[in-house]
């Protein structure tokens, strides 16, 4: 069975970074286009940010500039770097991606931004 774990969340102050991990495990075969989403209290989740199996990434406007994502194939798991952190960024991040031909999503992982 496949699974993707989150983790590195946390609370950090405005202007702070933090660096999520997305690590898949079980029975894989193939790792295609995986990426991050978040949703905030009363808002529908939104698209971050995506990264395809060769290493093309895409970002929503409100975080170009300041977020990273990358992955490592070797390892099964991708990143997401996240610089200059906002208050507004706060929200629950969720890894998501096709493994498998399948498209799975983690359980999340909170990031709070907050003085």
């Known amino acids: 069975q496949v699974q993707l774990v989150e983790s590195g969340g946390g609370l950090v102050q405005p202007g702070g970074s933090l660096r999520l991990s997305c690590a898949a495990s079980?029975?894989?075969?193939?790792?295609?286009?995986m990426g991050w989403h978040r949703q905030a209290p009363g808002k529908e989740r939104e698209l971050v940010a995506t990264?395809?199996?060769?290493?093309?990434?895409n970002y929503a406007d409100s975080v170009k500039g300041r977020f990273t994502i990358s992955r490592d194939n070797a390892k099964n798991t991708n990143y997401l770097q996240m610089n200059s952190l906002k208050p507004e960024d706060t929200a629950v991040y969720y890894c998501?991606?096709?493994?498998?031909?399948?498209?799975?999503w983690g359980q999340g992982t909170q990031v709070t931004v907050s003085s």
């Open positions: 079980g029975s894989i075969f193939s790792i295609g286009t």
């Open positions: 990264i395809t199996s060769g290493g093309t990434t």
């Open positions: 998501g991606g096709y493994i498998n031909s399948w498209y799975y």
